[in-house]
C-alpha cells in the first residue's frame, strides 16, 4: 500500500507580511528609546528631526498587541503540550545564554557566574520584561481555552466590555489607579481575539472596511502624538507616549486590532521572500514571529518582540 505523504504548511503571505511590519516597527521603538536620542529629543520636542523619530519609534507596544492578538486568534483552536512549552523555554534559554556569551566575548559585559546562572531563570518577574511576562501568559492559554468553549457569545463579549474597561479605560483616565502587568493584558488580548475567530464581527473579512479603519486609527494615534509634542513646547509635559505608550492604552488596542483585521484578509500572492523572512526560527516560532535577541540598559540579555 503506497503511503500518502502529508502535504507541507503553507504559510499565509498576508500574515508574514504583517508580521514583518510589525516587528520593524518594534525595532523602531527599541532603536528612538533605547538609543539615548530621547534626551535630545525632549530637548526641543518640535525640532522636525524630533518629530519624525517621535511618529517613527510610537509603535513598540502597539506591535506587541499585534503579536498577541495573532497568537489568540489561531491558538484559541489548538491546543498547548509541554513538548511546545519546553520547545519555547529552550529556544529562550538558547538565546539568552549565546548573545550572552558574544557580549561577554566582545567585552561589551563583564562575565561573572552569578549573573550566567541568572539567565537560565526565564522569569525574572512579571511587573514588566517581555519574556517573563509572556511565558507566564503562555501557561494561562490552556485555561483560557477551557474558559472560552464555555461561554457564549453574549458571556464572552461581556467579559471583553469588562476586562477593557478596568484594565484599559479605567487605566487611562487621570485619578485612576489600576494595578497589573503584561501577563494580565496578554490574557485579555487572548480573550479578545478568540471572539474575533468564534464569532466574526461586522463588516469581518471586509479588507476595504478595514483599511480605512487602519489609516484613520493610524492617523488618530500620530495626531494625538504630535499634539503631545505641541503641548510640551509650551511647558505641559505630559509624555510624547501619553497615549499610546503601554500596550494596554485604549489608542494602541484600537490600532492594533484594526491592524490585525486588515492584514487577516488580505489578498495577496504567495512570496517566498516574504514567507521566507516572515517565518524565520526564533525563540517565539510557531506562535509568535522573529524575535530579536538584544541587550537592554542594564547589560542584561534580553529578546525583544
Not at 62 to 88: A, D, H, P, Q, W
Not at 185 to 206: A, H, M, N, T, V
Amino acid at each position: 500500500m503506497q503511503q500518502t505523504l502529508p502535504k507541507p504548511k503553507v504559510r499565509n503571505s498576508n500574515l508574514e507580511l504583517y508580521r514583518i511590519i510589525v516587528m520593524l516597527a518594534i525595532v523602531a521603538h527599541h532603536y528612538v528609546v533605547n538609543s539615548g536620542l530621547m534626551s535630545l529629543m525632549d530637548a526641543d520636542p518640535m525640532n522636525p528631526k524630533s518629530v519624525f523619530l517621535y511618529l517613527v519609534g510610537m509603535w513598540g507596544k502597539t506591535g506587541i498587541n499585534c503579536f498577541v492578538l495573532i497568537t489568540g486568534y489561531f491558538m484559541c483552536k489548538s491546543e498547548i503540550t509541554l513538548r511546545k512549552f519546553l520547545k519555547l523555554l529552550l529556544e529562550i534559554e538558547f538565546y539568552n545564554i549565546v548573545i550572552h556569551l558574544v557580549f561577554v566575548a566582545c567585552g561589551y559585559i563583564d562575565f561573572s557566574r552569578s549573573s550566567f546562572l541568572w539567565l537560565l531563570f526565564p522569569v525574572h518577574g512579571i511587573s514588566d520584561g517581555f519574556v517573563s511576562c509572556y511565558m507566564v501568559f503562555f501557561l494561562f492559554i490552556p485555561f483560557l481555552n477551557v474558559l472560552i468553549r464555555h461561554l457564549n457569545r453574549k458571556q464572552h463579549i461581556t467579559l471583553i466590555m469588562l476586562c477593557v474597561g478596568i484594565y484599559s479605560l479605567f487605566n487611562w483616565m487621570p485619578g485612576v489607579e489600576v494595578t497589573s502587568n503584561d501577563s494580565i493584558w496578554f490574557c485579555i488580548l487572548y480573550i479578545i481575539s478568540s471572539y474575533l475567530r468564534l464569532y466574526p464581527i461586522k463588516k469581518d473579512g471586509s479588507v476595504g472596511f478595514w483599511s480605512r479603519m487602519t489609516m484613520f486609527s493610524l492617523l488618530i494615534a500620530m495626531t494625538s502624538v504630535y499634539a503631545l509634542l505641541y503641548l510640551a513646547r509650551y511647558g505641559v509635559h505630559l509624555g510624547a507616549y501619553a497615549t499610546i505608550g503601554w500596550p494596554s492604552a485604549p489608542l494602541a488596542l484600537f490600532v492594533s486590532i484594526c491592524v490585525f483585521m486588515f492584514f487577516k484578509d488580505l489578498n495577496i500572492k504567495q512570496s517566498k521572500i516574504i514567507n521566507t523572512v516572515g517565518g524565520g526560527r526564533s525563540p517565539f516560532y510557531s506562535f509568535m514571529p522573529t524575535a530579536i535577541p538584544c541587550v537592554n540598559g542594564f547589560g542584561e540579555t534580553c529578546v525583544i518582540m
